[in-house]
């Protein structure tokens, strides 16, 4: 059975930094792609970052492009998302996803397993 387990959401003021991790496990994650998506309230869930375990392709969303970057380590089959300069606009509900193929996906129903999401808060 295929478990993610987000961690290190918070509250941090704009300018700062956070990072997340989501531990996966239940099966091998070779030929998957990970993604990060994030739900503030009110909204509907946006693509946040996605990296291909395989080969490490990443792609980001333009909002967060230059501030986030994903990543990955094989060892702890785990996948980072490093957020720096972060903005009040970056507080949402983060979940991490994992999704069968080596593609990139920036739409949340192509993937299959979700996390529980992390709450982060960006004060002004």
């Known amino acids: 059975q295929v478990q993610l387990v987000e961690s290190g959401g918070g509250l941090v003021q704009a300018g700062g930094s956070l990072r997340l991790s989501c531990a996966a496990s239940?099966?091998?994650?070779?030929?998957?792609?990970m993604g990060w998506f994030r739900q503030a309230p009110g909204k509907e869930r946006e693509f946040v970052a996605t990296i291909i375990w395989s080969n490490g392709l990443t792609a980001y969303a333009d909002s967060v492009k230059g501030r986030f970057a994903i990543s990955r380590d094989n060892a702890k089959n785990t996948v980072y998302l490093q957020m720096n300069s972060l903005k009040p606009e970056d507080t949402a509900v983060y979940y991490c996803a994992a999704r069968r193929g080596v593609i990139i996906s920036r739409r949340s129903y192509e993937y299959d397993y979700w996390g529980q999401g992390t709450q982060v808060t960006v004060s002004s």
């Open positions: 239940g099966r091998t994650f070779i030929s998957y792609a």
